[in-house]
């Protein structure tokens, strides 16, 4: 059974960006030394009200949330833009890119939702997968603007609504199906969906 408890220095669970794994000291290498590492790549269930978030970055709701390993060379992603594996290293690495063109698989690559603001690229931060979450959908959204519509992977590649998410009412690819609308989807900004499980590592 995986532990219930991440090491995060801050506090918060959306201003995670340490240099080394549960650890706020600057690194030098990768991994760095941490008596942490072990929760990289590791997830944990937490409910609402034992979620701490910084209020002045976001509310996070509960879910399912994850450490991961932001690629060193990866654009810095927003809140609520969708992170995809990265699978040009080793899987125990548990590295994530906010370019979903970098992976074998696109937007198939899906890893969870970006929580923090500002993540440095090479730094640990925490995903959210699965659970009430609030993402970014594109510019202009393809469906109906509705609560409860399917929201999707925008899919669009290198894009400016890279990593975004859209609303498509007859979703025919279950592979960039997300979740449905929780709150009324607004376009180039943020709204709260049921993020369901979707992930493609254990």
């Not at 937490?46 to 979620?51: E, F, G, K, Q, R």
């Not at 998410?165 to 279950?174: A, C, L, Q, R």
Request: net charge neutral.
């Amino acid at each position: 059974m995986q532990s219930q408890v991440l090491k995060i220095p801050s506090g918060y669970i959306n201003v995670v960006n340490n240099p080394y794994v549960g650890l706020s000291g600057p690194a030098t290498a990768w991994p760095p030394p941490s008596d942490f590492i072990g929760q990289l790549g590791k997830r944990v269930n937490l409910p609402a009200d034992v979620v701490k978030y910084k209020a002045s970055v976001g509310t996070v709701y509960g879910g399912w949330f994850r450490s991961v390993r932001l690629k060193l060379n990866s654009a810095v992603p927003v809140i609520g833009q969708a992170l995809f594996w990265d699978d040009t290293v080793a899987e125990n690495l548990y590295q994530v890119t906010a370019l979903e063109t970098i992976t074998t698989y696109g937007a198939a690559a899906f890893a969870g939702v970006c929580l923090s603001a500002s993540v440095t690229p090479g730094n640990e931060t925490i995903i959210q997968d699965e659970g009430l979450c609030a993402v970014h959908y594109r510019a202009v959204i393809s469906g109906t603007t509705a609560v409860g519509r399917p929201v999707v992977l925008a899919a669009a590649g290198a894009g400016a609504d890279n990593g975004f998410f859209d609303i498509d009412d007859t979703p025919t690819d279950p592979q960039y199906l997300v979740g449905y609308a929780s709150a009324l989807p607004v376009a180039g900004a943020l709204a709260q969906i049921m993020l369901r499980p979707l992930n493609i590592r254990a």
